[in-house]
Nanobody, 117 residues
């Protein structure tokens, strides 16, 4: 069973930055570089939604609300996917998850991002 582990969240002031990371458990043997991966977020009372994706070839896409502020990348050598988040806004507050795009694996616990002054 594949286990995705997200990390890097925290409390940050508006305008601040965070870098999230996602890795598959070594025991699963999953290679994250084989398929498109995405970062999703779920704010309180809202559905989980895709915010950024990266194809196997490295093409990226973003929802309009994060364009120019978030950057998704992958490190195939480390079998990980990252999300650099800059100019954070209170509206970015959510639990962030990674998964394939479209999602394939069971959801991990995610990492909480709270943007507040």
């Amino acid at each position: 069973q594949v286990q995705l582990v997200e990390s890097g969240g925290g409390l940050v002031q508006p305008g601040g930055s965070l870098r999230l990371s996602c890795a598959a458990s070594a025991a699963s043997g999953t290679i994250l570089s084989l398929n498109a991966m995405g970062w999703y977020r779920q704010a309180p009372g809202k559905q989980r939604a895709l915010v950024a994706a990266i194809t196997r070839g490295g093409t990226t896409s973003y929802v309009d609300s994060v364009k120019g502020r978030f950057t998704i990348s992958r490190n195939n050598a480390k079998n990980s996917v990252s999300l650099q988040m800059n100019s954070l806004k209170p509206g970015d507050t959510a639990v962030y998850h990674c998964n394939e795009a479209p999602p394939k694996y069971s959801w991990g616990q995610g990492t909480q991002v709270t943007v507040s002054s």
